[in-house]
């Protein structure tokens, strides 16, 4: 079973930055499929960045492109997501999920695990 607990979100103007954190409980996140997606209001949930546990693959939703960056810490197994150039369109709950089989994928559905959310909130 993976567990996984989102923190780190929070308000901020346009242009500021804010670093997500997803602590995993079970396997080390780094052996496994894991990405961060997002839900504004009235909208569907998204992929903004998914990463293979067997290979360097990883996937950025174009609307994030340049400005988002995944990473992890092992020791911690702690995967990141910080944020840079927020614009007020990225305003959302911010989920961690994992994927425990199978490769990478952009679809919410394939993901097995997921964290409670964390909001954030960017002001124009």
């Known amino acids: 079973q993976v567990q996984l607990v989102e923190s780190g979100g929070g308000w901020v103007q346009a242009g500021g930055s804010l670093r997500l954190s997803c602590v995993v409980s079970g396997p080390s996140f780094s052996s496994i499929n894991m990405g961060w997606f997002r839900q504004a209001p009235g909208r569907e949930r998204e992929y903004v960045v998914v990463k293979s546990g067997i290979s360097s693959t990883t996937y950025y939703a174009d609307s994030v492109k340049g400005r988002f960056t995944i990473s992890g810490d092992n020791a911690r197994n702690t995967l990141y997501l910080q944020m840079n150039s927020l614009k007020p369109e990225d305003t959302a709950v911010y989920y961690c999920?994992?994927?425990?089989?199978?490769?990478?994928?952009?679809?919410?559905?394939?993901?097995?695990?997921w964290g409670q959310g964390t909001q954030v909130t960017v002001s124009s």
């Open positions: 999920a994992a994927k425990r089989s199978g490769e990478v994928t952009t679809e919410k559905a394939s993901y097995d695990n």
